[in-house]
């Protein structure tokens, strides 16, 4: 940053709190935005030409351990043998050689370069020469060595005196003396004497192989000799190592600048960060703005209270002058010392006067109780001495009683003996009484504890009783669904009762107690039977009857469980592809599967519904005959003629129109792509009849050509029924009228220099053509006619409806360096994109604007967020200066995104009541 970035920064936190004042950030941001996104640039440029280094510093590190491992030292392949060599018997030529010690390094680099430009150097030479004649024989796509016939041998020097065989087990050195001696060795071209010599080469690097004759100059020999080969790795060693060290070289630089530019870019980061933060500093003005109001008010109310105090000291004054005239008049002192003590004294004596009264009254309230006291002694000793005389006379009267009681008692001796002896006799009978009362009680006891177990027992059978009615009734509901009619009609069961609802069954409680009153009189069966109404048993009966005999497996469940879903597989499809509006439902019932059909006249059963449909087809069948078909036919046909013909010259506008978009887009190198639609190549005569006559407009057809497209449909649809007569009319209309199939597009190059001629028709794009093309051709070939397409298609909709393109995993596999032109076009087309992928990081100056969600998982709290960054044709926005994304959005993009829009708020909310929508268009066609 400047010191002018500083200057404004610091008037920026001057201003904070002031009303227009822009705040810090956006401050920071308006001043750093372009620098930072340079900085941004400058770091991805740097992160791929490191990659680009690496990859190079990789490829001469992996080349220099291959020369040194000997691993390339055989000369260049050559795409005129493209035959794998690999296990074949012989050897290359300059594999089996060395020159011999006398030759000088300038022959033998010239003999060298010679035979490479020949094509003998590399040539095969098999240790049999019958190797070589199967090989040409086959068609072995490579350049073999066979010797001349010794006849045809040149006389002079050939290569047999330059170059020795070497030690090896590859060919015999026989053979390979042979092919030496046959390639003659001059020392300047051979002249043209009106015969055709044996191949030769010259020590000046010249060659001759009949008709044709070259030169191929080398410094050194390379490949020819153990020596050569080493001093050519050694050469190419220095080459690389010095190509390495430039790279290392390149690479430590592109390191440390990639490292200076990113710290570059993460200091504009660091600094965001460390802005400081204004809203402290707006709450200290605030608060010092509140401060400053209190301390206001203050200064106010001071100023009032010393008003009120000069008005208090004033009217003191006035009291004090007042209290000296009244203490004068009353002869009382006026100091409040003085004045105290006076009131002190007054307070003393009007409290010791109060003391003496209440001492006055305790004296007398003492008195009146001795008083009262003296009273009450003189009366209880009175009481007392009239208690004593009555006492005596108590005790004088005892004694008369006690002698009395010991006359009586020496009267009643002998009968109280009798008495004594009823007593005990009667105590004896009382005890044996209570022992038989006792046994009696224990005899009832035991009783009534066998009635309560009685009465247990059989609330429990009751209770066992009803859970086994219970089990019973619900076991036999199950068989409700096989006495459906339609089933007991497959089972050859004849019941002449019907299934009776369950709700007009007994209740368990009814049924139970039938049970008991009748279970004297019942068999277990009679019983069981009677848990259920009549009719529900003697369907259970008839069932029972029908299925007795028929052996249940395992497999066999398996086999129609199979033959049941597929059945009902075939039948749901054929109905779907009827076309007839019929609703097939199906589900399961215990361990049948009920299925039923529903046409225009209600849900039916599966056989139901084949029998009413069975009758409609005879119906049908009698109602319309051959004549009747044919004119329904016709009506039919004329109506689907006209709408393929109107469809086919729709589709042939909608071509054009892709065309006409595609080839006024030129691509970088001016290449633009044409699309055509043309007929397909494997159709019939009838059907190019049939595009011959779509080709035409609605004027040129006429009602001729409509009856002769009508005649040519007739005569496909009933040979279609006749080699199929499986498939359903409708199906082979749908197939015989599917005139998609009857054309195929094809894309044509354009390239700029054409002739006129020639840019009528272009070039036709094929899979060898696309190859060739560079990256960036290759991208945009594969997805301008896409957009184009998409560009035709949305032409027709209302202006303000969207025009969207969603791309999963977008140009994936495509070069970077190429997805600008790309998303160029699509710009271009004006189209909506919608894209998601691993790297897509859209931040191109052909883009008017984009926006990133950058999605981050974060698996500790197992959750995913989102991050909106906005880029607008220059920047890239993000939202650290908003609340959230939603915040970023609505200020960016002028709308807040939500799941659902509004009614009445979407695009085609001001479309006009009288302008008809795509359904209406539809329907009225």
């Known amino acids: 940053m400047v010191a002018a970035d500083g200057d404004v920064l610091r008037a920026a936190i001057a201003a904070v709190g002031e009303p227009e004042a822009a705040s810090l950030p956006e401050e920071f941001r308006s001043r750093t935005d372009q620098r930072r996104t340079s900085a941004l640039t400058r770091v991805e440029t740097l992160k791929r030409e490191y990659g680009d280094i690496a990859d190079a510093l990789r490829a001469r590190r992996a080349e220099r351990d291959t020369v040194a491992a000997e691993g390339d030292d055989a000369p260049p392949p050559s795409d005129l043998r493209p035959a794998s060599r690999d296990a074949r018997p012989g050897a290359p030529l300059w594999q089996l050689v060395r020159f011999a010690e006398d030759v000088p390094n300038d022959h033998a680099a010239a003999v060298e370069g010679a035979l490479y430009a020949a094509g003998l150097l590399t040539a095969w030479l098999h240790p049999d020469l019958a190797l070589t004649y199967q090989a040409l024989h086959d068609k072995v796509a490579d350049a073999?060595?066979?010797p001349l016939p010794p006849a045809q041998r040149p006389t002079g020097r050939t290569l047999a005196d330059v170059l020795v065989v070497e030690d090896q087990q590859l060919v015999t050195a026989a053979a390979v003396q042979a092919v030496l001696a046959s390639i003659a060795v001059t020392d300047d071209v051979p002249a043209t004497d009106g015969a055709l010599r044996a191949p030769a080469v010259t020590t000046g690097s010249h060659y001759c192989l009949g008709i044709q004759v070259g030169a191929h100059p080398k410094d050194q020999p390379e490949y020819i000799g153990a020596t050569a080969r080493a001093a050519r790795r050694r050469e190419r060693l220095r080459l690389l190592e010095e190509s390495i060290a430039v790279l290392e070289t390149q690479f430590a630089g592109i390191e440390e600048q990639q490292r200076d530019a990113q710290e570059a870019f993460d200091d504009f980061d660091r600094a965001r960060h460390e802005l400081p933060r204004t809203q402290p500093i707006i709450q200290a003005v605030g608060q010092v703005a509140v401060v400053s109001e209190k301390a206001a008010g203050a200064r106010r109310r001071l100023s009032e209270a010393r008003k009120r105090l000069d008005g208090a000291?004033?009217?003191?004054?006035?009291?004090?002058?007042?209290?000296?005239h009244a203490a004068a008049a009353a002869r009382l002192p006026a100091l409040r010392e003085e004045l105290d003590n006076v009131a002190q004294a007054i307070d003393d004596f009007a409290d010791a006067g109060k003391a003496l009264s209440t001492c006055r009254e305790q004296a007398d309230a003492a008195e009146r109780d001795i008083a009262g006291r003296k009273e009450i002694i003189e009366a209880q000793?009175?009481?007392?001495?009239?208690?004593?005389?009555?006492?005596?006379?108590?005790?004088?009267?005892?004694?008369?009683?006690?002698?009395?009681?010991?006359?009586?008692e020496a009267t009643l001796e002998a009968p109280l003996q009798e008495i004594l002896q009823e007593i005990a006799d009667a105590e004896e009978q009382l005890t044996t009484a209570q022992k038989t009362y006792d046994r009696a009680k224990k005899d009832a006891e035991e009783h009534r504890d066998r009635l309560l177990k009685a009465d247990h027992a059989l609330e429990f059978g009751r209770t066992a009783l009803a859970t086994a009615v219970a089990e019973q009734v619900r076991t036999t509901l199950t068989l409700e669904p096989y006495a459906r009619p339609d089933l007991l009609g497959l089972l050859e069961a004849n019941a002449e009762t019907v299934w009776l609802p369950h709700d007009m069954w007994p209740s368990p409680e009814q049924a139970v107690q039938a049970l008991l009153d009748s279970l004297t009189s019942l068999t277990g069966m009679e019983a069981a039977q009677n848990v259920v109404p009549a009719s529900v048993a003697s369907l259970i009966n008839t069932l029972d009857e029908a299925t007795r005999g028929?052996?249940?497996?395992?497999?066999?469940?398996?086999?129609?469980?199979?033959?049941?879903?597929?059945?009902?597989?075939?039948?749901?499809?054929a109905l779907l592809e009827s076309d007839q509006g019929y609703l097939f439902e199906w589900e399961p019932a215990g361990d049948i599967i009920l299925a039923r059909v529903t046409d225009s006249e209600g849900p039916a059963p599966v056989a139901d519904f084949a029998r009413r449909l069975a009758e409609q087809l005879a119906d049908q069948s009698v109602l319309l005959e051959d004549k009747e078909r044919t004119v329904l036919e016709d009506g039919l046909l004329t109506g689907l003629a006209e709408q393929i013909h109107d469809r086919t010259v729709a589709a042939r506008d909608l071509v054009k129109s892709m065309d006409a978009d595609t080839r006024s887009k030129p691509m970088s190198s001016g290449t633009t792509v044409g699309i055509n639609w043309i007929t397909s190549d494997a159709l019939t005569d009838s059907q190019q009849a049939v595009n011959k006559l779509l080709d035409k407009d609605a004027s040129g057809l006429g009602p001729a050509?409509?009856?002769?497209?009508?005649?040519?449909?007739?005569?496909?649809?009933?040979?279609?029924?006749?080699?199929?007569?499986?498939?359903?009319?409708?199906?082979?209309?749908?197939?015989?009228?599917?005139?998609?199939?009857?054309?195929?597009?094809?894309?044509?190059?354009?390239?700029?220099?054409?002739?006129?001629?020639?840019?009528?028709?272009?070039?036709?794009?094929?899979?060898a053509k696309h190859s060739v093309m560079s990256g960036g051709e290759k991208s945009a070939s594969i997805h301008l006619p896409l957009f184009a397409a998409a560009h035709a298609q949305y032409s027709s909709a209302y202006p303000t409806c969207p025009r969207l393109i969603a791309l999963d995993e977008a140009f994936a596999g495509i070069d970077e360096k190429y997805r600008p032109d790309l998303l160029a076009l699509t710009a271009k087309f004006d189209l909506d994109l919608f894209m998601t992928g691993y790297d897509l990081w859209i931040t191109y100056p052909d883009v008017p604007q984009i926006s990133h969600y950058d999605m981050k998982h974060d698996e500790a709290s197992h959750t995913v967020s989102a991050m909106l960054l906005v880029w607008d044709g220059e920047q890239i926005l993000d939202d650290l200066e908003y609340p959230g994304s939603d915040d970023l959005a609505a200020e960016l993009l002028g709308f807040t995104p939500r799941r659902h829009v509004p009614a009445g708020a979407g695009l085609l909310a001001d479309i006009p009541e009288d302008e008809p929508t795509n359904d209406n268009v539809e329907e009225a066609e």
């Open 381 to 408: 000793t009175e009481s007392c001495s009239e208690q004593a005389e009555a006492l005596q006379a108590r005790r004088d009267e005892f004694a008369v009683q006690e002698e009395r009681l010991r006359t009586q």
């Open 705 to 767: 050509g409509l009856a002769e497209l009508r005649s040519h449909l007739r005569s496909q649809i009933r040979a279609k029924a006749a080699a199929d007569k499986k498939r359903s009319y409708q199906q082979v209309i749908a197939e015989v009228l599917d005139y998609r199939a009857w054309r195929k597009f094809e894309l044509r190059l354009f390239r700029p220099g054409m002739s006129e001629e020639e840019r009528k028709k272009g070039e036709l794009l094929t899979k």
């Open 313 to 324: 000291i004033a009217r003191a004054h006035e009291k004090n002058r007042q209290l000296r």
């Open 144 to 146: 073999y060595l066979r």
């Open 550 to 573: 028929r052996p249940i497996t395992a497999s066999l469940l398996k086999t129609v469980t199979t033959k049941i879903s597929t059945a009902i597989t075939t039948l749901e499809a």
